[in-house]
């Protein structure tokens, strides 16, 4: 069995373990392997190894842990499922239980007594987390966030008139009836004339492509259907793109070629009056520019027309069917899923993950974090104001994934915004689609 000094230094010195795809031979009985995300946050993956660590204990399991980031953990995963060799345990993002579903251990019997536990999961997690009726992944609290507004009280209020504090009230319930797309529309140009313009990104990477799947879904528009179909040339699809580009008009000149860390550091830096993100651009704010910090405010998102969407991105922990470990893995994320761990975790990382559980949506982490303040209190959702969603969905994964991946309604927006002909962007976005699904 590991000690806590033992467990800790293999933690550390992962990063070289995880260079190149991971394979090796899985772990006999009475040991497990495990990998988790890099999380960003300080102190946060410690937090989770602690917490393996007193179960470790418990159940005089040795384990050893790696940590990596996003693309490493895609390219370990693929390696892993082809090679059926690896981890015992391995963090999966969005989409890929339904990619690896078939070198998935399935884990009802984990998920069953924890949805009684904890509450019903989010739709979104079902649809990347459920296949064929079986749960293939159980949804990971580090890591998993929502992409939603978060504002500069000052500005949002000297520019366009908008209280974000009252219309998101700390501790209650919103007031946000008159928050609607059209709204957030003129408040994006009122801020963009002062000077300050929101910062919403228009790249084919992972922040721009949320955000544009939130609103696509506000008004009703999706690429494909949930049973395979193509709706790209549908009313709904045009109206969303022509509330984008005009949108767009608001937003800085090179959002074009944004990435995932354009909108904090826009945020941070004081020029930006809104971005759409989880907490990382205050928890970095609080550290690297105070004042700023302390005039942000994380609230519910614009609705439009078919309601009010929040981009929710979950990361997985799942379970090889190659695994020879295969029950002490499910006691572990048992373990891991119950309400003190995830309590812990959310303290741990300042808000910043998020539980997929209905029943945990109201801890106090949220209510006392700032400054100022409750700044992240609406952050979880807490009175379900808002519908999670994912960008591409509601298509069959393995086409949405394609959908979302290779950023089609971010290019979509790019292209009719720089002059072509609505029908001709359909028309691209449609020779786009068919070939995901000839794949």
């Known amino acids: 069995m590991l000690t806590r000094r033992r467990l800790l230094a293999a933690t550390a010195s992962s990063s070289a373990l995880v260079a190149m795809p991971h394979v090796r031979g899985a772990y006999a009985a009475g040991r497990l392997s495990i990998q988790l995300w890099d999380h960003w946050v300080p ?3 410690s937090a989770v190894s602690e917490l393996i660590e007193a179960w470790a ?25 082809q090679a059926r060799s690896g981890h015992d345990i391995i963090t999966l993002l969005a989409w890929q239980p339904a990619e690896h579903v078939t070198s998935l251990e399935p884990v009802d019997d984990v998920m069953g007594p924890l949805i009684n536990l904890n509450g019903p999961v989010t739709s979104t997690v079902e ?44 501790g209650s319930a919103p007031k946000a009836d008159n928050w609607t797309l059209e709204a957030f529309l003129r408040a994006a140009e009122a801020c963009h004339r002062a000077g300050f313009p929101f910062g919403i990104g228009l790249g084919p990477t992972d922040d721009s492509v949320s955000a544009a799947g939130a609103i696509f879904h506000s008004f009703g528009a999706a690429l494909v259907d949930a049973t395979g179909n193509m709706t790209i040339k549908s009313d709904p699809v045009r109206e969303a793109l022509d509330y984008y580009v005009r949108l767009a008009r608001f937003l800085p000149p090179d959002a074009p070629a944004w990435d995932n860390a354009s909108n904090n550091k826009w945020l941070i830096s004081g020029r930006g009056a809104l971005i759409l993100n989880p907490p990382s651009a205050w928890a970095v704010a609080k550290r690297d520019a105070p004042r700023v910090a302390a005039q ?65 949506t109201t801890l106090k982490t949220w209510a006392e974090e700032g400054p100022p303040k409750g700044t992240l209190y609406h952050y979880p959702n807490p009175h379900g104001h808002q519908i999670y969603s994912i960008a591409g969905a509601p298509a069959p994964p393995k086409i949405a994934a394609q959908i979302y991946t290779q950023g089609v309604m971010t290019k979509m927006i790019v292209r009719h915004m720089q002059g072509e002909a609505m029908e001709r962007t359909l028309a691209w976005a449609e020779s786009e689609v068919q070939g995901f699904m000839r794949t």
């Open 57 to 81: 204990d418990r159940e005089k399991v040795e384990v050893q842990i790696d940590h990596a980031l996003g693309p490493k953990l895609l390219l370990t995963a693929a390696a892993e499922s």
């Open 43 to 45: 102190g946060a993956k």
């Open 127 to 170: 649809y990347l987390g459920r296949s064929e009726g079986h749960w293939s992944a159980v949804p990971a609290t580090a890591g998993t966030a929502t992409q939603g507004p978060c504002s500069r009280i000052d500005l949002l209020r000297q520019y366009a008139g908008i209280d974000v504090q009252a219309m998101y009230p700390a």
């Open 296 to 360: 942000l405010w994380t609230h519910g998102m614009a609705a439009g027309p078919k309601g009010r969407y929040v981009a929710f991105v979950p990361q997985f922990w799942g379970i090889w069917s190659f695994s020879r470990n295969k029950s002490a893995a499910k006691s572990l994320l048992t373990h891991l899923s119950q309400p003190q761990a995830i309590e812990k975790m959310v303290a741990v990382s300042g808000g910043f993950d998020l539980p997929s559980f209905a029943n945990l």
